[in-house]
């Protein structure tokens, strides 16, 4: 490392000889001494090259030290120059309208060459303080310009990788459903025996298919609802309709599931419960996700619930309907609630070759209850079991 350059002083005095005594009591200690006559000079001298630190005479013809040190005070490129007022006498009022300029200390003539360089080296050592924290805070600026730049690049990557996968899935998708139509067809054909009479067992493997069947065209359509609201095609259909055959529709979908793992599924809800708006096809996708992932993480025992309530509107907000989807099932750790709803977000991974699932089913919930204009509640205990639920309007 080149030794750093000595400090620069720049000692103003319209008295050529208090000049040369101080350059005489300067220099020795290492310091470079640089001269000014008058307020004016001394100006132009600092800005164009700001010295480490002034020493300044007060009574000067042109502009004297009081003016020269208020300007310099008052401009941010030179505040920081540590200012020494020279006053002739002791007089505290020069030392007070010398504060009031700015200065940063005084000196008496006659000069006592030891309190001279006692303060100079002093002030020096807060002005490279000060250098030093300018240095940094310069060197962190870059810094983080640099860091900000590679993240924005990074940022532009990862937006480009995501649409990407977003069209990767959408290609994919369609192409696996396909095949499926066909597939359907002929399994419907065969199992209602149009091609021919089917033995037992026959009929039997075949309904496991047909469930199979059914269970892939769900998840390709979950792939297909999430790149849709992915990519913002999500456009609802809001009509009021009755959440009562929607409950009734979805129990008689899911009984078979839930008697299969041994788990009571209920429905509730207030008979006279009036009809609430939303969109009927993105609210029974919804709930179906919510109520199978009820059903996947409850054990043989359990009980899923389905509910639905009045709940008493706010002051002058409108009439609103509480959706609860609730189970007696494994819970979520508290830690992870504030996740379980980001795409491809699973609390144990291992959970997938335990339960199946992609991982995207809170997501289109999600994207499902905020395109209603509600938000998602959770409320979950582990080994107690888990509390979902939104709000939709009522319709008037
Ligand atoms: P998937 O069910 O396909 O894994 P989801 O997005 O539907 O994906 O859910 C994300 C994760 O949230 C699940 O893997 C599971 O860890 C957790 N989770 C969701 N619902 C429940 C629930 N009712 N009980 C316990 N954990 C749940």
Known sequence: MSPSP????LVVDDGAANVDLLEAYLVPEGYSVEKAYDGLEALERVTASPPDLILLDVMMPRLDGY???RRLKSSAATVFIPIVMITALQELEEKIKGIDMGADDFL???FNKIELLTRVRSLLRVKALHDQLEASKRLLEVKVKERTAQLEEALVVLHQLDQLKTEFLSTVSHELRTPLTPIKGYL???LEETLGPLSPSQKNGLGIVAENVTMLERLIGDLLAYVRMESGALKLSLEPFSLESLFEGLTEQLKPQ?????ITLTATLPPDLPAVVADATEMERA???LLSNALKFTPAGGTVFLEAQLVSPAASGPTLVQVVVQDTGIGIPADKISKIFDRFYQVDGSTTREYGGMGIGLAIVKQIVTAHGS???????VGQGSRFSFVLPVSR
Not at 6 to 9: A, G, L, T
């Open 258 to 262: 839930a008697a299969a793992k041994g």
């Open 6 to 9: 000595p400090p620069r002083i």
């Open 375 to 381: 938000t998602m509640g959770v409320e979950s205990e």
């Open 108 to 110: 008496s003539k006659p």
């Open 287 to 289: 709930l179906l996700h």
């Open 188 to 190: 419907q054909a065969v």
């Open 67 to 69: 003016e020269v040190c």
